[in-house]
């Protein structure tokens, strides 16, 4: 079983004042749990705890019991920025991840594939990342990010740059893959509806703390009509009240 479990976890970069001070939080399997608040208070720095590429100075992060000392493997990152490789066609760089160690296998050729036309980018295949536009980018990112099939997802504003209605559409392709593959995700977000959408858990952020949990129970899959509906607005209106502080766990 996939699970994350971070306990009791504080970090301070060099002398400065403690960026991380008691985080615990917990992501089951299959879980999608969005990360929000204010900029600066922390979120990249617990996801970077979180998928081992930062060690924490005190307390513990456990995947599936196991002590966490290094970056879990094969875990998939996206970013703000896709980051791709110019050079390389769309397909090339979805493979990448795998032939930065060796030869892609015809069963991982045609796992990419099927990551393209699940992320609706099939006819950009054999395109550069500079003739695609900024969603396309992002959704070679995210594929690039599932094709070793990771257990877990790490995501850091990955939609952050793209206008709304290419956000639902890429929201909504994300999500069917996670559950899909019941995927574990731990995402970050400055965008209430977003984290409330995507999410089955959301945590928000105070400075260097978790200041409140919410499990999100709104129906699966989620559709436009989930969006627009009264028990979205009131479960948005409860993270915005605890990112303002005026709602504790
Ligand atoms: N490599 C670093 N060296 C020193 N300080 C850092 C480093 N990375 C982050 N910090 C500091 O740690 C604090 C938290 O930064 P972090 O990026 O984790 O916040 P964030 O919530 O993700 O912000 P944002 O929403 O703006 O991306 C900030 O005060 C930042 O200046």
């Known amino acids: 079983m996939d699970r994350l479990r971070i306990e009791q976890v504080a970090y301070s970069y060099g002398e400065k004042a403690p960026t991380l ?16 608040g204010r ?48 050079w390389k066609t769309v397909l090339e760089n979805i493979l990448f991840p795998i032939e930065l160690k060796r030869k892609s296998t015809q069963k991982e050729q045609e796992r990419a594939l099927s990551l ?22 992002s959704r070679v990112a995210i594929a690039r990010a599932l094709i070793k099939n990771p257990p877990f ?4 504003e990955p ?15 994300l999500l069917a893959i996670c559950n899909d593959q019941n995927m574990t995700a731990l995402f970050i977000t400055h965008d209430i509806s977003e984290a409330v959408y995507l999410s089955s858990h959301v945590s928000v952020m105070g400075k ?8 999100i129970n709104l129906p699966e899959p ?4 989930v969006r627009y509906s009264e028990h979205f607005n009131e479960l948005s209106h409860l993270i915005r009240q605890a990112l303002e502080g005026n709602n504790r766990k």
């Open 153 to 156: 997802l790490f995501m850091d």
């Open 116 to 137: 393209l036309s699940l992320m609706k980018i099939s006819d950009q295949a054999h395109q550069f990342p500079q003739q695609l536009s900024g969603g396309q980018q």
């Open 208 to 215: 260097g703390n978790i200041m409140y949990n919410k499990e």
């Open 222 to 225: 989620r559709t436009l009509k």
């Open 39 to 86: 900029s600066g208070c922390g979120k990249t720095s617990l996801l970077n705890i979180a998928s081992g590429l930062l060690i924490p100075d005190q307390g513990t992060v456990y995947i599936n019991g196991q002590r966490l000392k290094k970056p879990i493997a094969d875990a998939g990152f996206v970013f703000q920025s896709p980051t791709l490789l110019e």
């Open 21 to 36: 001070i008691n985080i615990n939080l917990e992501i089951k399997r299959g879980e999608f749990h969005c990360l929000v």
């Open 159 to 173: 939609f952050a740059a793209l206008d709304a209605i290419t956000r639902e559409e890429i929201q909504d392709d």
